[in-house]
């Protein structure tokens, strides 16, 4: 199973594009999880724009459209969504590749809670097949590079990241 892997956050240092990687190197054999890097790149959605889609948007698109499920690790701003993030779902909302597309979410944070309501809704709404919840939490926020590297590398750390990806494959694989 080819994953698709997109972190909410554009900052360099960002502990959920962190998470994906630790779920990208722990992945089980026969799951492959690629980290998008292109979000920061997607110029400001207008419908007016759809006409001529912008090649950016093209190669997320496609992105999508190759991958069997899409993985997504989202920091919380104001109660939101970040916007670079929403930019990106409202670029695919209106795009054939994203609809019975499975999606997971998982959390670099325990405390985000209004995030996670706010990107169901709207994943749902794009009709993305989202993973059923408990979804995957920890909680890096406020923690330097070599506790975040700790605490990912621990064993139970990774058979955890390894039974939630066996379980998304299993889902992934159901009929929509
Ligand atoms: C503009 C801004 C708004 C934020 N708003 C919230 C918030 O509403 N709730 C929350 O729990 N954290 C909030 N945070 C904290 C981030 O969610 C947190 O720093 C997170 O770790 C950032 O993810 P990253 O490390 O992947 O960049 C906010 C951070 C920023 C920069």
Redesign the pocket.
């Known amino acids: 199973m080819r994953l698709l892997a997109l972190s909410g956050?554009l900052?360099s240092d960002?502990?959920?594009?962190t998470l994906l990687h630790a779920f990208s190197e722990n992945a089980p054999e026969g799951i492959t999880v690629k980290i998008f890097e292109g979000l920061g790149d997607l110029p400001l959605f207008s419908p007016d724009k759809e006409a001529e889609t912008p090649d950016s948007v093209l190669r997320l698109a496609a992105a999508v459209e190759v991958c069997d499920g899409i993985l997504i690790s989202c920091?919380?701003?104001?109660?939101g969504i970040p916007g670079a993030f929403k930019n990106a779902l409202d670029w695919l909302g209106s795009r054939f590749e994203i609809p019975g597309k499975p999606a997971m979410l998982v959390h670099?944070?325990t405390?985000?809670v209004y995030l996670r309501e706010h990107l169901r809704e709207v994943l749902r709404t794009i009709s993305c097949r989202l993973y059923p919840e408990p979804e995957f939490e920890v909680h890096l926020?406020r923690k330097d590079r070599p506790e975040i590297d700790a605490i990912l590398s621990t064993g139970e750390m990774r058979a955890a990241m390894r039974m939630k990806l066996e379980g998304f494959e299993r889902f992934a694989a159901q009929e929509g």
Do not use: F, L, V
Request: hydrophobic share 20%; net charge positive; aromatic share 6%.
């Open positions: 956050s900052r960002s502990s959920n594009t920091p919380e701003y104001a109660h670099a944070s405390r985000n926020i």
